[in-house]
C-alpha cells in the first residue's frame, strides 16, 4: 500500500524559507516520476514542481527560480526547498507522483505571513 507522508510546512514571514519533506513507502520511488503539489484557499490543487527518476526538474512559472525540488532515492524522500517566500505561496504542499495518481498523504500546512 502506498503511503506519502509530508512534512516541514509552517508559519513563515514574507521573504522567509521552508524545507519540506516527503517519505514515500509502497511504491518503487527511484523509478518514478514525483511531484510537489499546492492547493491554495479556495483553489484546485496545482502542480508546482516535477522531478523525473533521473533528477530532470520542471517549475511552474510563479514559483520558478525560487523553489528547487530534489530527492534522494535511497531513502525515498523528496524535499522542496523554497526561498523568497510569498503571501501566495500560502496552501496545503502535498507530494504524489506525476501524474498524481496514488492517493493523497495529509500534506502540510505553509502559511506565509507577516
Do not use: H
Amino acid at each position: 500500500q502506498v503511503q506519502l507522508v509530508e512534512s516541514g510546512g509552517g508559519l513563515v514571514q514574507p521573504g522567509g524559507s521552508l524545507r519540506l519533506s516527503c517519505v514515500a513507502s509502497g511504491i518503487w520511488f527511484s523509478i518514478n516520476d514525483m511531484g510537489w503539489y499546492r492547493q491554495a484557499p479556495g483553489k484546485q490543487r496545482e502542480l508546482v514542481a516535477q522531478i523525473t527518476g533521473g533528477g530532470s526538474t520542471n517549475y511552474a512559472d510563479s514559483v520558478k527560480g525560487r523553489f528547487t525540488i530534489s530527492r534522494t532515492n535511497a531513502k525515498n524522500t523528496m524535499y522542496l526547498q523554497m526561498n523568497s517566500l510569498k503571501a501566495e505561496d500560502t496552501g496545503v504542499y502535498y507530494c504524489n507522483s506525476q501524474p498524481a495518481i496514488q492517493r493523497w498523504g495529509p500534506g502540510t500546512q505553509v502559511t506565509v505571513s507577516s
